[in-house]
């Protein structure tokens, strides 16, 4: 149902802060402080598991590709800015502003100084993509060149679609498969008889609903579904269980695909 | 593969199930009239009771966008012929309109010959797309699907009566 896409195919690269810190070594990860969402116990708990496991299999399937990166982009994280020659540029030079190419290596996550977990305290995601948009965006550059007015108009764009992927759970989370080159086959059709006839009976109570009130009380429950789900996601993507993970965002989908259902109708 | 996470924003809202207004622009959208007329005036929509010893019931569903197919079919059990069919999709419109298409063709046949049902037969007797031809997959299995629960169900007879 998923498969493994070769490695490296999408590559963590250091953020200015993590730079000094990681410099020379071979591990890449960002040395980002845990988001603070649970106690701190179980935090510390719950993510060495999963990371470090990756930060092994990475470092293990590529070794070359860190010593690479480096070389590249100027030993100490970020870029260097094709105006000015400043090093550290992320999208947008720290220096003179300049608008940079787009960088295949840079994922969602590093672009909202995030993390690479499920679990993200999202209500600082729209601050961070307003002032993205107040540095990148095509307005803003009406008067550079026409090379850099094209970049200004693909990372506004590399940066609207991160903002939505994460914003949402179940994007997401399919996003995090994706990083873990987890590609999951969505038009093999499945035939869970529990899912289905589950799926079946929300979606008819709401076809058959004619009040608010039984839409809301139906909304109530698929939505306490799809927490139930989204935790099960949590936890099978931490215990690198990824079938269990794939499963729970199947699930996810279908829960969401009946709330829209709700949502029309009220 | 990859863009199927990005690009299924666009399905979610094409495939989404917001059929009436979907389908109104049908020219815009380009629904062949066929899936239209599935749409608008969908034949064998019902259910029967699953328990019953000639029904075979076929439930399928399509992670991709959400959507739920039910096809139930009908056996004479002498002839071993499909007497008669229901279905009960929620879904885009082609979902809809190819479950439709099924719930005819499987009427009047035998068995193996509704197992032979191509879901590329149903694609192209609605012109669908490229991106919809999962839809007419769907119908395929479910057809499968409820052919195998029939024949599930006779053994499972044939055992309690030993």
Not at chain 2, 72 to 78: A, L
């Amino acid at each position: 149902m998923w498969r493994r896409a070769g490695a490296g195919r999408i590559r963590l690269h250091l953020n200015a802060a993590a730079a000094a810190a990681a410099a020379g070594r071979r591990v890449r990860r960002p040395l980002l402080p845990p988001i603070p969402t649970a106690p701190s116990s179980s935090a510390s708990c719950s993510s060495p598991s999963g990371h470090n496991l990756g930060i092994i299999r990475d470092s293990i399937r590529a070794p070359s590709r860190s010593l690479s990166n480096q070389a590249s982009r100027g030993g100490d994280g970020g870029s260097v800015c094709w105006s000015c020659g400043a090093r550290g540029a992320f999208l947008s030079c720290g220096s003179c502003g300049s608008v940079q190419p787009i960088d295949p290596a840079v994922d969602y996550f590093q672009i909202f100084g995030l993390k690479r977990e499920y679990n993200i305290k999202d209500n600082s995601l729209e601050g961070k993509y307003k002032d993205w948009q107040k540095k990148l965006h095509p307005d803003l550059v009406h008067t550079k060149s026409e090379k850099e007015r094209g970049f200004a108009a693909e990372q506004s764009a590399l940066v609207i679609d991160a903002y939505r992927t994460l914003s949402r759970p179940l994007s997401r989370a399919l996003y995090l498969l994706l990083l873990e080159g987890i590609h999951v086959d969505e038009e093999k059709t499945i035939s869970d008889p529990e899912l289905l006839m589950e799926m079946m009976e929300i979606r008819e109570a709401v076809n058959d609903a004619s009040d608010s009130q039984t839409l809301e009380k139906i909304q109530s429950q698929i939505k306490r579904k799809l927490e139930t789900w989204s935790d099960s996601f949590q936890e099978a993507f931490d215990k690198r269980d990824f079938d269990r993970a794939v499963e729970a965002t199947q699930r996810m989908k279908y829960y969401e695909r009946a709330m829209e259902e709700t949502v029309k109708k009220l | 593969m990859m863009l199927r996470v990005v690009g299924k924003r666009l399905l979610g809202a094409a495939a989404g199930g917001q059929a009436s207004p979907a389908l109104a622009p049908a020219a815009r959208r380009g629904y062949h009239e066929r899936v239209v007329d599935h749409y608008n005036n969908p034949r064998n929509v019902g259910t029967f009771d699953k328990d019953d010893p000639d029904v075979g019931t076929g439930l399928v569903g399509a992670p991709a966008c959400g959507d739920v197919m039910k096809l139930q079919i009908r056996v004479d059990e002498g002839s071993g012929r499909v007497v008669d069919a229901r279905f009960k999709t929620f879904g885009c419109g082609s979902a809809i309109a190819s479950s439709s298409v099924a719930s005819e063709w499987v009427k009047g046949k035998q068995m193996e010959e509704i197992v032979a049902i191509k879901n590329t037969e149903i694609a192209k007797h609605l012109s669908l797309p490229p991106v919809k031809l999962h839809c007419s997959m769907l119908a395929e299995d479910a057809i499968k699907a409820a052919v195998k629960d029939y024949e599930a169900k006779k053994v499972k007879l044939a055992k309690a009566d030993e």
